[in-house]
Nanobody, 126 residues
Framework: QVQLVESGGGLVQAGGSLRLSCAAS????????MGWFRQAPGKQRESVSA????????YYVDSVKGRFTISRDNAKNTVYLQMNNLKPEDTAVYSC???????????????????WGKGTLVTVSS
């Protein structure tokens, strides 16, 4: 069983930056691909970014390419999402997820994903 706890959300002005962290419990973190999802008010949750278990492969949804960077530190059981040049439309609850199959994270196959964090709120003011 993997438990995921996000941190780093908050209120930021448009153009600003935030760094989200997701700390995982358990000895199997390095075996999981990790992903970040977000759910904006009134919208469905969507896949934002994913990273393979080794960190060698990454995925970004088009709307965040060039602005967000995902990374992981397997020694610290933590995955990060650096978010730069934030826009009001980035406002959402951001959740991390763990899955053995990175394709589930990339392709937004949320029903296949069993390990979720509770999320952290990111609010971007205009």
């Amino acid at each position: 069983q993997v438990q995921l706890v996000e941190s780093g959300g908050g209120l930021v002005q448009a153009g600003g930056s935030l760094r989200l962290s997701c700390a995982a419990s358990g000895p199997t973190f390095s075996r999981f691909a990790m992903g970040w999802f977000r759910q904006a008010p009134g919208k469905q949750r969507e896949s934002v970014s994913a990273i393979s278990s080794s960190g060698g492969s990454v995925y970004y949804v088009d709307s965040v390419k060039g602005r967000f960077t995902i990374s992981r530190d397997n020694a610290k059981n933590t995955v990060y999402l650096q978010m730069n040049n934030l826009k009001p439309e980035d406002t959402a609850v951001y959740s991390c997820a763990a899955d053995f199959d990175m394709a589930d994270l990339e392709l937004d196959r949320q029903s296949h994903i069993y390990h979720w964090g509770k999320g952290t709120l990111v609010t971007v003011s205009s």
